[in-house]
């Protein structure tokens, strides 16, 4: 079976090293070859929403949705501003099947963390959106990549890897 293709899109100005840190464990945890490509999107200031003071995940996931070619089966976009969905006061990152597209922002993971912890929050946080883009649901294990996280502690809590339960679950989805 040929390895599925992700698109790592650099959304604003993420660490430049950040996305080269994220390829390695979509791999590993889920089968995924991740490909950054040369062209950034610029800060996303059409995202923004004043009253909230954050920039709307959507508005950020439909100018990711054009980049994908043919062959690559998802973009995913990185960022360093602060995310919303207009039912939540947050989010750490979002994604949509149907587009396939998501997005995964540092700034509320950085809480409390730098350098490794910072790097493996999100590391954390991108392999969950990437198994939300390959079909799974949340998960109830709080150890699991694919519980859903409300705080940074609780991406701190997760493994990078998924449970038993969902790790079948991908396999059934992959045949």
Do not use: W
């Not at 493994?159 to 059934?172: A, F, P, T, W």
């Amino acid at each position: 079976m040929p390895q599925k293709t992700l698109l790592l899109v650099s959304v604003g100005s993420p660490p430049a090293t950040l996305l080269r840190d994220l390829q390695d464990p979509l791999a590993t945890h889920m089968g995924v070859q991740a490909v950054v490509p040369k062209t950034a999107l610029p800060s996303p200031a059409y995202a923004f929403n004043k009253d909230r003071g954050q920039y709307h995940c959507n508005a950020i996931m439909r100018r990711l949705s054009p980049m994908l070619e043919p062959g690559q089966a998802a973009v995913m976009g990185i960022t360093d501003v602060d995310l919303f969905v207009p039912d939540s006061p947050f989010v750490f990152g979002e994604a949509d099947r149907e587009s396939r597209t998501a997005v995964v922002s540092l700034f509320r993971l950085r809480q409390g963390a730098d350098g490794d912890p910072l790097r493996r929050r999100i590391q954390v946080e991108v392999v969950h959106q990437a198994g939300h883009l390959l079909g799974l649901s949340y998960c109830e294990d709080p150890r699991c990549v694919m519980f859903f996280a409300q705080t940074p502690q609780d991406c701190d809590r997760k493994q990078l890897s998924l449970c038993n339960m969902c790790r079948n679950e991908l396999q059934k989805l992959n045949r």
